[in-house]
């Protein structure tokens, strides 16, 4: 069974572009979560869709980020325009059941923003 | 605010003795802790997890520990392995929240020599 896939897995921009990082969960999984960590800090939530809705989007950092997740299954999450600050690793995961259920991670993009 | 602390960013073991790695959190909202495991270039592993009504689940090689009244939470590894050379990351969620965001301390980095 395939894993959480996130690509690109590195993605280089010049401040003020536009970037969108995709995930695809596992199959069957009705939650998909983004999250991010920056350099030196801790992971951090961003937020959290049940099938297409978005259940909890607490963590957004700001309105120049979006996260769609389309008919339910993959998402996309796209930075416009993008920050120095934006710069780090964001990860993407999936669980199926209620809140307890084992969140399964994806390798992650690493945005460099320049 | 981080609610999370992993207040040793590294340890190092011999091969064969225990690893114990420690987590304090400070929001008392806070009832399932979990255990994640990352290698390099790869998205956190779930390792093990403990709800709060318990104060102890053991796994194979692994136990976690939970002490509510210190706000205290430990994972033991014995005996270690060179494999279990990675950063390990302490989680917990808040049932008062919607609970499935994460909140992730800064991770410990373990080291297994032989």
């Known amino acids: 069974e395939a894993g959480v896939t996130q690509f690109p897995s590195h993605s280089v921009i010049e401040k003020g572009q536009t970037v969108t990082l995709r995930c695809d969960p596992i199959s069957g999984h009705d939650n998909l979560y983004w999250y991010r960590r920056v350099m030196g800090k801790e992971i951090k939530f961003l937020l959290h869709?049940?099938?297409?809705?978005?259940?909890?989007e607490s963590g957004m950092p700001n309105n120049r980020f979006l996260a769609e997740r389309t008919g339910g299954t993959y998402s996309t999450l796209k930075v416009q325009p993008a920050e120095l600050e934006d710069s780090g690793v964001y990860f993407c995961?999936?669980?199926?059941?209620?809140?307890?259920?084992?969140?399964?991670f994806g390798a992650g993009t690493r945005l460099s923003v320049l | 605010d981080q609610q999370v602390k992993q207040n040793s960013p590294s340890l190092s073991v011999q091969e064969g003795r225990i690893s114990i790695l420690n987590c304090d959190y400070t929001n008392s909202m806070f009832d399932y802790f979990l255990w994640y495991k990352k290698y390099p270039a790869e998205g956190p592993t779930f390792l093990i997890s403990?709800?709060?009504?318990?104060d102890k689940n053991e796994d194979g090689r692994f136990t976690v520990f939970l002490n509510k009244s210190a706000k205290h939470l430990s994972l033991h590894i014995v005996p270690s392995q060179p494999g279990d050379s990675a950063v390990y990351f302490c989680a917990a969620s808040d049932y008062s929240n919607s609970g499935y965001a994460l909140n992730f301390g800064k991770g410990t980095s373990l080291l297994v020599t032989p």
């Open positions: 995961a999936s669980s199926q059941g209620g809140r307890k259920g084992i969140q399964y």
């Open positions: 869709f049940v099938k297409e809705s978005k259940q909890d």
């Open positions: 403990i709800s709060s009504i318990k």
